[in-house]
């Protein structure tokens, strides 16, 4: 049973990059044809998606963040990072992991992070 | 980017009842469109895939359909623990939406 957890800072500064990692366990992460996605939903409000790595290393971005998000993949560590820069207030979400083929089937228990001074 | 209209935003109601929910993109998607349950404090997790596939596990009074730009999730017979929102998600382009959520609740 693949298992994905996000780890992280829960509280970030105005300006600075957020950080977060999900490592994958019960499964390699190079193993099958898949991808490795980062959702976020603040409080009380829809999912938004973020981007995504495929093992390969190749990446997508969604347009409204691209200029801020970075998603790079460890396989060594079977684990995969988000990096967000220059976060303001309308960042703060609860983080998701997911492994997606086509659809997300799983998911971290999601990561909430908090911009502020 | 594909816009992904979901109504209505909230319903309630009774256990027993058939509960519809619909989904319409902005341009045609073919079957690429998932339905995920999200309980408070929780994960999203999928229900519905390609539009009518049900994933393993899921119980079988949840069901799906459609193809193009409009699709239905359907409850056969709402159950106490199905409280929850409910979304559904376009992957047919980049960037992947999903839509705004439908909040179910218990008459």
């Known amino acids: 049973q693949v298992q994905l957890q996000e780890s992280g800072p829960g509280l970030v500064k105005p300006s600075q990059t957020l950080s977060l990692t999900c490592t994958v366990s019960?499964?390699?992460?190079?193993?099958?044809?898949?991808?490795w996605s980062w959702i976020r939903q603040p409080a009380g409000k829809g999912l938004e998606w973020i981007g995504r790595i495929y093992t390969s290393g190749s990446t997508n971005y969604n347009p409204s963040l691209k200029s801020r998000v970075t998603i790079s993949v460890d396989t060594s560590k079977n684990q995969f990072s988000l990096k967000l820069s220059s976060v303001t207030a309308a960042d703060t979400a609860v983080y998701y992991c997911a492994r997606t083929s086509g659809y997300e089937d799983y998911w971290g228990q999601g990561t909430l992070v908090t911009v502020s001074s | 980017d594909i816009q992904m209209t979901q109504s209505p935003s909230s319903l309630s109601a009774s256990v027993g009842d058939r509960v519809t929910i619909t989904c319409q993109a902005s341009?045609?998607?073919?079957?690429?469109l998932n339905w995920y349950q999200q309980k408070p404090g929780k994960a999203p997790k999928l229900l519905i895939y390609d539009a009518s596939n049900l994933e393993t596990g899921v119980p079988s009074r949840f069901s799906g359909s459609g193809s193009g730009t409009d699709f239905t999730f359907t409850i056969s017979s709402l159950q106490p623990e199905d409280i929850a929102t409910y979304y559904c998600?376009?992957?047919?382009?980049?960037?992947?939406?999903f839509g705004g959520g439908t909040k179910v609740e218990i008459k």
């Open positions: 341009q045609d998607i073919s079957n690429y």
């Open positions: 998600q376009q992957y047919d382009n980049l960037p992947l939406v």
């Open positions: 019960g499964g390699s992460i190079s193993s099958g044809s898949y991808y």
